[in-house]
């Protein structure tokens, strides 16, 4: 059975307005606590015993890398070529522009960009995962999703940047 209402017609009663300001609040200040926590979707890969973050924005998709064509270079992360989508693109190895050690093992993952680009290889598989940026530290984030990497620290990089700066990126004309 229904309660009458106290309020007049088309107003609520002043408790159901407490709790609605009460709830308001509380949502507003939630909202406030999370952009200030300045959070980005990424894409974790692990290199070199490193972990770096790659935003989502700029990955168009990550496909499983087994082979690849073999291309003079250079460059010590440079891997060789990939058709990606009927297009044929350099790939790089992260470990390799990271640390200056390439993988010998020859599968792993390509992340392909937006756009026209290059790609990248990453041995491990990459985890898409929630990460604070560091007020102190832009180019660093932690890790704030409940995963494997929670809590850890990881180094923001920009896709677009690690491609096309490196000669191999400018020989072949990605």
Do not use: N, W
């Not at 898409?128 to 999703?145: F, M, Q, S, Y």
Request: hydrophobic share 45%.
């Amino acid at each position: 059975m229904k309660r009458p209402s106290k309020a007049p017609a088309g107003e609520a009663d002043p408790r159901t307005q407490r709790i609605l300001a009460m709830r308001t609040a509380a949502l507003a200040a939630r909202g406030t606590d999370l952009a200030a926590e300045d959070t980005l979707t990424v894409l974790v890969c692990e290199a070199a015993g490193s972990l770096y973050g790659l935003s989502l924005s700029e990955v168009e998709r990550v496909e499983v890398f087994a082979r690849h064509g073999a291309a003079p270079s250079g460059h010590a992360a440079f891997l060789g070529l990939a058709s990606v989508s009927g297009r044929v693109r350099p790939v790089l190895d992260l470990a390799g522009l990271t640390s200056g050690t390439v993988a010998a093992d020859a599968g792993g993952y390509l992340i392909v960009p937006r756009g026209d680009r290059g790609a990248l290889r990453v041995v491990g598989r990459p985890t898409v995962v929630e990460a604070r940026i560091l007020e102190e530290d832009p180019g660093r984030a932690i890790v704030i999703a409940e995963d494997e990497h929670q809590g850890r620290l990881l180094s923001l990089l920009s896709l677009a940047a690690l491609l096309a700066q490196t000669p191999a990126a400018e020989t072949i004309g990605a």
